[in-house]
T-cell receptor
Framework: NAGVMQNPRHLVRRRGQEARLRCSPVKGHSHVYWYRQLPEEGLKFMVY????????ESGMPKERFSAEFPKEGPSILRIQQVVRGDSAAYFC?????????????FGPGTRLLVL | AQTVTQSQPEMSVQEAETVTLSCTYD???????LFWYKQPPSRQMILVIR??????QNATENRFSVNFQKAAKSFSLKISDSQLGDAAMYFC????????????FGSGTKLNVKP
């Protein structure tokens, strides 16, 4: 009964490097969401994807950030040329495509630290 | 845009006592879902309880119950017989029934449980 899996759990990058965060949704879930949590704050929506499609990216910064959810494999959140302000916890959540779509199940998060 | 407000940054409760966490939200929609998530020190987001806005009956899950006041746009969480394992950050969240794209989270309430 695997839940949402994220890896790595902790990621350290130097300024200017790229960060790749992976998310495997609950088996059978076709909807994936990414959130960012800055220190001492709640989660902020970034992007919503279904298989091979970006449905809503209204919370994504316009530059350096991208996300994908390919037909096979995990969803990837990619941050290019990271800056210190990107340091945060990044959470992935998934939901089924039909009933109970309203509930999202969260992964354990990836803590990104930019030096 | 919907907003979720948690006005209590931090609260404390004695073990075995009852505590209530407050949450208010702002929306023009009539159909939506409300959630309470728990985030322990491990930072994992754990669903505690959910409430459908069209249901008048307050949701209950073991020691956790809500007081949903739709007209007042209030959604408080009551934790009875508090346990040390209840110590965590608690986030209130809103989700539209018509737009499943995203959750809106409050800023969180840190709950301390004293032995």
């Amino acid at each position: 009964n695997a839940g949402v899996m994220q890896n790595p759990r902790h990621l350290v990058r130097r300024r200017g490097q790229e960060a790749r965060l992976r998310c495997s949704p609950v088996k059978g879930h076709s909807h994936v969401y990414w959130y960012r949590q800055l220190p001492e704050e709640g989660l902020k929506f970034m992007v919503y994807l279904q298989k091979e499609n970006i449905i809503d990216e209204s919370g994504m910064p316009k530059e350096r950030f991208s996300a994908e959810f390919p037909k096979e494999g995990p969803s990837i959140l990619r941050i290019q040329q990271v800056v210190r302000g990107d340091s945060a916890a990044y959470f992935c959540a998934s939901s089924p495509g039909t009933r109970y779509q309203e509930t999202q199940y969260f992964g354990p998060g990836t803590r990104l630290l930019v030096l | 845009a919907q907003t979720v407000t948690q006005s209590q940054p931090e609260m404390s409760v004695q073990e075995a006592e009852t505590v209530t966490l407050s949450c208010t939200y702002d929306t023009s929609e009539s159909d939506y879902y409300l959630f309470w998530y728990k985030q322990p020190p491990s930072r994992q987001m754990i669903l505690v309880i959910r409430q459908e806005a069209y249901k008048q009956q307050n949701a209950t899950e073991n020691r956790f119950s809500v007081n949903f006041q739709k007209a007042a746009k209030s959604f408080s969480l009551k934790i009875s017989d508090s346990q040390l394992g209840d110590a965590a950050m608690y986030f209130c969240a809103y989700r539209s029934a018509n737009n499943f794209n995203k959750f809106y989270f409050g800023s969180g309430t840190k709950l301390n449980v004293k032995p």
